[in-house]
Structure formats: C-alpha cells, structure tokens
C-alpha cells in the first residue's frame, strides 16, 4: 500500500493543513476551557492538540527532507507507513477535537461563565468597575471606561484616579448626569472597592422642576400670607373712608338743617347741636390714631382692663418716626394681650435701649413662663411679619421672667 513518502506533494499538504486546523481548534478550546475555568476540559483538549501537532511536525519535515538522512528517525518511520493509516488517526484526533470543542461552546451559552458576565454586564446602561486599595482595576465595562475618558481625560487604569477624579457626586458627563458611588466588599479575605455610575438624567431634570414648583408654591403661600394681612388693613380704611363719607353727608344735612331751623325753638336747636357734637367727635377719632399720648392712653387703658399695671421705665424714643411708633404700640398691645391671656401676669414693664445700629424695645411681665418651644402664632406671627416689612425684627427671650423684644434698625 502507498506510503507517505509516495503520496504527491498536494496530498501531503492537505494533511498538513488539515493538522494545522487541528491545532487551532485545539488552541481555541484549551484557552475556552482556562476562562470558563473548567481545567478539566483544558487537560482533555491537551490530547488531540498535542497528537495533532506531532502530525504536523511529522508531515512538516517530511515535505522538506523526504526520505533522507536529514529527516529525524520518528519521521523516515512514520513516513514508510501506509498513508490510510494516517487518514483514520486524523480522523480520531478530529472527533475528539470536535466533541470537545461543541463542549466547551455549549457550556459557554448555557452556564454563567466570566465571559458571559462581562457580556452583560458591557450591555447594561451603568458604569461597573471594581479594583483594590492600590488602585489596580480587576474589572470594569465598557459603560465606565467611556466615563473615565471623559472625567480624567485617559482611560481607566487606576481605580483610586478615578474615585479621586469623581468621588461620591453627580457630575454632568457626556451629556448625561451620572450618580458616581463606591462601596466596600470583602472577596477570599481581600477587600476590594465596587464603584458603579447611574445615569440620572431624568430623575434629576424631575428634581428640578419640582424645586421649581416648591419655590412658586412657597412664594405664592408668602403672597397669600401677606394679603391675609392686609385684608384687615384693607378693611379698616374701606370702614373709615365710609364713615367719612358718611359724616360728611351728615354735616351736609345739618348745615341745611341749620339754616333752616327757627332759632325760637329751642327742642330744634337742642337736637341739632347735640347732632353736631356727635359729628365732631368722629372726625376726631382718626385724628387721635396718630397722637402719641392717645395711644399710650389707649395702651394704659388696655392694661387696666386686663388689671395689669403697665411700668414704663423711659419714654418713648424720639428716633422712632410714624411708622415705627405705630409697630410698637401694635406690639404693646399684643403683648400686654398674650401676657394676661397665657401668662396671668399682673405686672409689665416696658424699656427701651438704644446703640448705634438698633433700638430695641422690650416688654418684660411676671408672669408663668412657657414650657414649650416659643412659636410665633396668631397675631405674634401677623405682628412678625409687618415688623419684617419695616426691617425689623420681633423676638422672645426666657430668663427668669418672658420678654418680647422688638428690635429696629437704625438707618446708615
């Protein structure tokens, strides 16, 4: 039967190239085996790699020295064999090549193997890496690569760079806002650093419109404050300018009623002056809100219908204009109001103290203190917010005995 050393030169090199395909499959499957860490299969693949390659190492140096002295010995013996003895060997060697190859392939696409989670994990939308205290990257995707490009300008190669480079914040990165946070975990006693980056592009652009709508919501629950406030203001000028007008139609009516009357009858004349005393006295009632001493008559007359005696231990200061003489008697009499409504105080005392940049009033009683927190409510709360519209400021101060303390500022 023919030999190898009489088969044509095309013959003998189909068989080397068939052994060479046998070699790279069988290269392919030990280097599978090693990453699926299935060293089993590796140690199998050996085998048909091995033979295979002696084959060709054989076919090899037969094709350059043929049936000389230079060939090696394994070689002129191999050679003087039959060629279908060659046929059936790589035959063998190709079967078990292919089982182990099939083998490997489908334990990479039905089992959870490290490629396959490095497949996933470079599909999700989030950067995943994970390296130890000296920085050395033992995994990262493709997602957290394209971030550290884009943050530190190189790609990733020292995990605590990064970490120093992002930290634990939320950075707009290719044009995307992304949540960067590490974590500890311990692997085989070795403690490693995870860091992985969301992309919150959405979630944060609802954050701000909802920090918007919070600041209109706010502003327009301090405007609905304010016109709360002034609502009685309001009120109180509408009733004024009424009662104005309707004193004036009234003196209207008495001047006419004047002229007309018959001086000889005195019940007449009587009825009229006492209707023109009546009038007089209502268009002194808004003239006397602006007079000081009404008002601190009106504050004493309050203070002894709640039977507390008011001690006054200076004036009034004189830097006060209008405005502020009317914040304060507002504070006094809420003051000398909450006193005997909360406190039960019989006695108050009201002082003033003046430097160069405030003056400060301050309403002291004796009576119970409170026990809880001090919560501007109620007219405190209405007072606080008129005396902010002036620039002042209201206050409480709890020692041994409760002070309400108003506060101006003096202008530069």
Same mark, same amino acid.
């Given at each position: 039967m023919?030999?190898?050393?009489?088969?044509?030169?095309?013959?003998?090199?189909?068989?080397?190239?068939?052994?060479?395909?046998?070699?790279?499959?069988?290269?392919?499957?030990?280097?599978?085996?090693?990453?699926?860490?299935?060293?089993?299969?590796?140690?199998?693949?050996?085998?048909?790699?091995?033979?295979?390659?002696?084959?060709?190492?054989?076919?090899?140096?037969?094709?350059?020295?043929?049936?000389?002295?230079?060939?090696?010995?394994?070689?002129? +013996?191999?050679?003087?064999?039959?060629?279908?003895?060659?046929?059936?060997?790589?035959?063998?060697?190709?079967?078990?090549?292919?089982?182990?190859?099939?083998?490997?392939?489908?334990?990479?696409?039905?089992?959870?193997?490290?490629?396959?989670?490095?497949?996933?994990?470079?599909?999700?939308?989030?950067?995943v890496c994970c390296f130890g205290d000296d920085g050395r990257v033992l995994f990262s995707n493709v997602c957290m690569n394209r971030l550290c490009v884009a943050a530190t300008g190189s790609i990733l190669q020292n995990g605590n760079r990064l970490y120093d480079a992002v930290g634990d914040s939320i950075l707009m990165l290719n044009g995307h806002r992304w949540r960067f946070a590490r974590r500890e975990l311990l692997l085989d006693g070795e403690r490693l650093h995870e860091m992985t980056a969301s992309d919150v592009t959405a979630e944060y652009a609802k954050t701000e419109a909802l920090q918007k709508d919070k600041e209109a919501l706010s502003r327009l629950n301090a405007e609905l404050k304010e016109y709360n406030l002034g609502i009685d203001d309001t009120v109180r000028k509408q009733e004024v300018l009424r009662a104005k007008v309707n004193i004036h139609d009234e003196m209207n009516r008495l001047m006419l009623s004047t002229v007309a009357a018959?001086?000889?009858?005195?019940?007449?004349?009587?009825?009229?002056?006492?209707?023109?005393?009546?009038?007089?006295?209502?268009?002194?009632? /808004?003239?006397?809100?602006?007079?000081?001493? +009404?008002?601190?008559?009106?504050?004493?007359?309050?203070?002894?219908?709640?039977?507390?005696?008011?001690?006054?231990?200076?004036?009034?200061?004189?830097?006060?204009?209008?405005?502020?003489?009317?914040?304060?008697?507002?504070?006094?009499?809420?003051?000398?109001?909450?006193?005997? +409504?909360?406190?039960?105080?019989?006695?108050? /005392?009201?002082?003033?103290? /003046?430097?160069?940049?405030?003056?400060?009033?301050?309403?002291?009683?004796?009576?119970?203190?409170p026990i809880d927190e001090i919560k501007f409510a109620g007219g405190l709360y209405n007072l606080s917010v008129l005396a902010g519209k002036q620039g002042a400021t209201l206050s409480s101060d709890i020692g041994e005995e409760f002070t309400l303390i108003l506060r101006f500022p003096k202008n530069a």
């Open positions: 023919t030999s190898l050393f009489h088969l044509s030169e095309l013959t003998r090199s189909l068989f080397s190239l068939w052994t060479l395909i046998l070699c790279l499959i069988g290269i392919f499957s030990i280097i599978r085996s090693v990453k699926q860490k299935r060293l089993r299969f590796a140690a199998f693949a050996l085998l048909p790699f091995g033979c295979s390659y002696f084959l060709w190492q054989v076919l090899f140096d037969i094709h350059l020295f043929g049936d000389t002295d230079a060939a090696a010995d394994i070689s002129r +013996k191999l050679g003087g064999f039959p060629w279908i003895g060659l046929l059936l060997t790589l035959f063998v060697i190709t079967s078990a090549a292919l089982v182990n190859l099939t083998a490997v392939i489908r334990y990479g696409k039905r089992s959870i193997t490290p490629d396959a989670i490095k497949l996933c994990l470079d599909q999700i939308p989030c950067g018959e001086k000889e009858d005195a019940a007449t004349m009587d009825r009229i002056f006492t209707l023109w005393e009546q009038n007089a006295l209502l268009l002194c009632m /808004e003239a006397d809100r602006s007079n000081e001493p +009404k008002a601190v008559s009106g504050i004493e007359k309050l203070a002894d219908a709640l039977k507390i005696r008011l001690v006054w231990k200076s004036d009034l200061p004189e830097t006060l204009d209008v405005e502020q003489k009317g914040l304060f008697f507002t504070a006094a009499k809420e003051a000398i109001a909450n006193a005997a +409504k909360h406190a039960d105080a019989k006695r108050m /005392e009201i002082s003033f103290a /003046e430097t160069d940049k405030e003056i400060c009033c301050a309403f002291t009683n004796d009576g119970k203190l």
